[in-house]
């Protein structure tokens, strides 16, 4: 089996509501374990896992306690490809949210935007231009 990255998302509470987002925008279905599942009396995710249906995996949960900053991290996720669906996948997702940059033609030929979306993950796409 190859090895993958696969980004893992810690959220404050909200991990369900978040990874239902994502599933509505770039399809697939969540799987879901809850702290409760495993006999404790903690409210929330414990894992979540999202295979969408163009194979990106997301992997979250929520946080005993929130991290200082929240999701507010170094971490970004970035969706690239030559696939027309990334500009959908950029409205959905960033819906909501707070566009940084707007999706549009960059001076490296291809379209790229990047946004914040309501949960506060920061996100990139590249739309990589055709081939002339």
């Known amino acids: 089996m190859a090895s993958k990255l696969n980004p893992y998302i810690t959220f404050g509470g909200n991990a369900a509501e978040a990874m239902a987002f994502y599933a509505s925008v770039l399809g ?3 799987e ?3 702290f409760r599942d495993f006999g404790t009396d903690i ?3 414990m ?3 999202l295979v969408t249906t163009l194979g990106y995996t997301i992997m979250a949960s929520d946080a005993f306690e929130v991290p200082t900053g929240g999701t507010d991290t170094n971490v970004q996720l970035s ?3 030559e696939d027309a669906e ?3 996948y950029f409205a959905g997702l960033s819906e909501g949210g707070k566009v940084i940059t707007p999706l549009e033609k960059q001076m490296w030929g291809d379209e790229y935007g990047s946004f ?3 949960f506060g993950v920061t996100w990139m796409v590249n739309v990589v231009a055709p081939k002339e």
């Open 47 to 49: 894992h979540a896992n």
């Open 28 to 30: 697939g279905e969540v």
């Open 86 to 88: 990334l500009r959908d």
């Open 32 to 34: 879901t374990s809850l």
């Open 43 to 45: 409210d929330g995710v």
């Open 79 to 81: 969706l690239s490809g």
């Open 116 to 118: 914040v979306d309501k």
